[in-house]
């Protein structure tokens, strides 16, 4: 007698039945998800009626970060009134406000953005044209101090060094040589100056914010510092040039971004960077969308979304990534001899009238 199957057994699903039925599941959840994102970006731009170049200007303390930014901004595709954007970042050698006030920055597409790396040279523009940046945002987009570049055999050497101990510590004949480049053509000379005065006056740091600026007391009360740091200094042409012949003994001041920006192009010979403590100066990148006959709506749009995007995770990621410091974001790879989130008290920078107030002391 034939007998019959077990009812409580129940016929088994074969495993690469299931395997393949997960399998096309992921497949096409995959496909959907690469359908939607392309599709966006394809429709985004299917909606552009013409192309064209938002054109931004930059100081040299804020061309690095804001170029890298540019090309994060790029990435995304934007589009503003139906016109694809592309940005391009452009530096005039003859300084970002210079040409906005000659005329010379309408070369080409007129910029209708600025990037400026000071307070000052803003105010400095302002003074001669304010219409220029009306109703700008005046909070800054980054920062980057101040530093002084030395070889591994001096880092030691400069341990617990303040900005107001650089006269005693640079005098003539002794072990270290500040290298200090014209502070009328080096910013950063300019600014390490600025820290030793406020060292000098005893300027602490803000409760929030900046330390105020020097001012022009605070620089004939530490004239005689001065005069005693410059009697220890050499002078080549340029921080880069000073940088490149950079010997044993010898500590040159450089924008911190910039000591970043010189290692990786110098991998071979990289410079560590030591921060003095005290309020110290330095770079203060503001981002201003013009307003000028040349800005018409579409690139004022265009300004407004690029300042957006700056503001936005991804754009003040692509700032510290390029060197610059934006408060809460880390560097995605750190620098190994350049230590960006080392805690810096910051020093307003000072106005034109008192930089060339410390030039002609130093120089005197």
Same mark, same amino acid.
């Given at each position: 007698?034939a007998?019959?199957a077990?009812?409580?057994?129940?016929?088994g699903?074969?495993p690469?039945?299931v395997?393949?039925?997960?399998?096309?599941?992921?497949?096409?959840a995959?496909?959907v998800?690469?359908?939607?994102?392309t599709g966006?970006?394809?429709?985004?731009?299917?909606?552009?009626?013409?192309?064209?170049?938002?054109s931004?200007?930059a100081?040299?303390?804020?061309?690095?970060?804001i170029?890298?930014? @540019? &090309? !994060?901004?790029? $990435?995304?595709? +934007?589009?503003a *009134?139906s016109t694809?954007?592309?940005t391009a970042?452009?530096a005039? #050698?003859d300084?970002?406000a210079?040409?906005?006030?000659?005329?010379?920055?309408?070369d080409?597409a007129?910029?209708?953005?600025?990037a400026a790396?000071?307070?000052?040279e803003?105010?400095?523009?302002?003074a001669q044209?304010?219409?220029l940046?009306a109703g700008?945002?005046?909070?800054p987009?980054?920062?980057s101090?101040v530093?002084?570049?030395?070889?591994?055999?001096?880092?030691a050497?400069?341990?617990?060094?303040?900005w107001?101990?650089?006269?005693q510590?640079?005098?003539?004949g002794a072990?270290?040589?500040?290298?200090?480049p014209?502070?009328a053509?080096n910013r950063?000379?300019?600014?390490a100056?600025?820290s030793v005065?406020?060292?000098?006056?005893n300027?602490?740091?803000a409760s929030?914010?900046?330390a105020?600026?020097?001012? @022009? &007391? !605070?620089v004939? $009360?530490?004239a +005689?510092a001065l *005069?005693a740091?410059?009697a220890?200094?050499?002078?080549?042409g340029? #921080?880069a040039d000073?940088?490149?012949?950079l010997a044993p003994g010898q500590?040159v001041?450089?924008?911190?971004?910039?000591?970043?920006a010189?290692?990786?192009?110098?991998?071979?010979?990289p410079?560590?960077a030591?921060?003095?403590?005290?309020?110290?100066a330095?770079?203060t990148?503001?981002?201003?969308?013009?307003?000028?006959?040349?800005v018409d709506?579409?690139?004022?749009d265009?300004?407004?979304r690029f300042a957006?995007f700056?503001?936005?995770?991804?754009?003040?990621?692509a700032l510290?990534d390029?060197?610059?410091?934006?408060?809460?974001?880390s560097?995605?790879?750190p620098?190994?001899?350049?230590?960006?989130?080392?805690?810096?008290?910051?020093?307003?920078?000072?106005?034109i009238e008192?930089?060339?107030?410390?030039?002609?002391?130093?120089?005197?």
């Amino acid at each position: 007698m034939a007998r019959h199957a077990d009812g409580g057994r129940r016929r088994g699903v074969a495993p690469w039945i299931v395997v393949t039925a997960v399998a096309v599941v992921v497949l096409a959840a995959a496909t959907v998800i690469w359908v939607s994102v392309t599709g966006r970006d394809e429709q985004d731009t299917a909606t552009c009626t013409s192309d064209a170049v938002l054109s931004v200007l930059a100081s040299p303390g804020a061309v690095g970060g804001i170029t890298a930014a @540019a &090309a !994060a901004f790029d $990435a995304t595709r +934007p589009v503003a *009134r139906s016109t694809c954007i592309t940005t391009a970042v452009r530096a005039p #050698t003859d300084g970002a406000a210079e040409s906005l006030l000659d005329g010379s920055a309408q070369d080409a597409a007129g910029p209708a953005v600025w990037a400026a790396a000071t307070e000052s040279e803003v105010t400095a523009l302002e003074a001669q044209d304010a219409a220029l940046t009306a109703g700008r945002d005046d909070r800054p987009e980054a920062t980057s101090p101040v530093v002084l570049a030395v070889g591994d055999g001096d880092v030691a050497a400069l341990s617990g060094i303040t900005w107001s101990d650089l006269p005693q510590v640079f005098t003539p004949g002794a072990r270290l040589t500040l290298v200090l480049p014209d502070p009328a053509a080096n910013r950063a000379s300019s600014y390490a100056l600025q820290s030793v005065v406020a060292g000098a006056t005893n300027a602490g740091p803000a409760s929030t914010g900046a330390a105020p600026a020097v001012d @022009a &007391a !605070a620089v004939t $009360a530490a004239a +005689p510092a001065l *005069r005693a740091l410059a009697a220890g200094t050499t002078a080549p042409g340029s #921080t880069a040039d000073a940088l490149g012949a950079l010997a044993p003994g010898q500590v040159v001041p450089v924008v911190e971004s910039e000591l970043i920006a010189w290692n990786r192009d110098h991998p071979d010979a990289p410079l560590t960077a030591v921060h003095p403590g005290g309020p110290t100066a330095g770079d203060t990148v503001l981002v201003l969308q013009l307003t000028a006959p040349w800005v018409d709506p579409t690139a004022a749009d265009a300004a407004g979304r690029f300042a957006g995007f700056l503001r936005g995770e991804q754009g003040r990621q692509a700032l510290v990534d390029s060197g610059l410091r934006v408060d809460g974001v880390s560097p995605t790879t750190p620098e190994t001899r350049v230590d960006a989130t080392a805690t810096v008290p910051l020093l307003a920078p000072a106005g034109i009238e008192v930089t060339d107030q410390l030039i002609e002391v130093v120089s005197g």
